[in-house]
């Protein structure tokens, strides 16, 4: 199986600044196809879990531009500028390079 | 719109069957490179993927569930089934259901609020 690791966040993250989440895959996620088969979601409390973004770098429907993805095969960076009241949550990134699909373990945002 | 929704027993004993069931809305699991997935989460823990089926028919399981997984599709009426096989308190958690689309590289662009499980004695 794939594992995928995240860092941790120095919480808690001042309103107004930005924030990097970092998230390494055991096995690189390039495909063939010169894709990234990397995704992060955000699950706010009591919510379920929303896409930001996939193929490592490439923002979902309807998510705000101060969310951006970037990397390599194996290490990857969500970064998240002017961080504000409605990113509070957990961030996860998943690969879906191959089965299993694996999630991180999760990095907790808390805001100042 | 895209809308899914898990339905459950609720609560179920030790070494039960649980049967979930996603309702679902605004795409069709006959489309090409469409799939419904589900994934599980305890109580305060993480994301724990179990498996997934697509458009024609393949099928992905978590291998950590040791062969207790089945799932299943009605094209016909919107929905995909998660049988689970002899559970135990360890099967506790909310379990979501989710659409991908693979043609796109879109993974879990939509989930379902998700429905508790209880497993207990």
């Known amino acids: 199986d794939i594992v995928m690791t995240q860092g941790a966040l120095p919480n808690p993250v001042p309103s107004g600044e930005s924030a990097s989440i970092t998230c390494q895959s055991s096995?690189?996620?390039?495909?063939?196809?010169?894709?990234?088969?990397l995704n992060w979601y955000l699950q706010r409390p009591g919510q379920s879990p929303q896409l930001l973004i996939y193929?490592?770098?490439t923002r979902a429907s309807g998510v705000s531009d101060r969310f951006s993805g970037s990397g390599s095969g194996t290490d990857f960076t969500l970064k998240i500028s002017s961080v504000e009241a409605e990113d509070v949550g957990v961030y996860y990134c998943?690969?879906?390079?191959?089965?299993?699909?694996?999630f991180g373990a999760g990095t907790k945002l808390e805001l100042k | 719109q895209v809308t899914l929704k898990e339905s459950g027993p609720g609560i179920l004993q030790p070494s039960q069957t649980l049967s979930l069931t996603c309702s679902f809305s605004?795409?069709?699991?006959?489309?090409?490179?469409?799939?419904v997935s589900w994934i599980r989460q305890p109580s305060g823990k993480g994301l724990e993927w179990l498996a997934t089926?697509?458009?024609?028919?393949?099928?992905g399981y978590n291998p950590s569930l040791k062969n207790r997984l089945t799932i299943s599709k009605d094209t016909s009426n919107n929905q995909a089934f998660l049988k689970i096989t002899s559970v135990d308190t360890a099967d506790t958690a909310i379990y979501y259901c989710?659409?991908?689309?693979?043609?796109?590289?879109?993974?879990?662009?939509?989930w379902g609020q998700g429905v508790m499980v209880t497993v207990s004695s």
């Open positions: 989710a659409r991908s689309i693979t043609t796109e590289g879109i993974n879990f662009d939509y």
């Open positions: 605004g795409f069709s699991l006959s489309t090409s490179g469409i799939c």
């Open positions: 089926i697509c458009w024609e028919d393949s099928k």
């Open positions: 096995k690189s996620l390039l495909h063939s196809n010169g894709k990234t088969y």
């Open positions: 193929w490592m770098s």
């Open positions: 998943q690969q879906f390079l191959e089965y299993p699909r694996t």
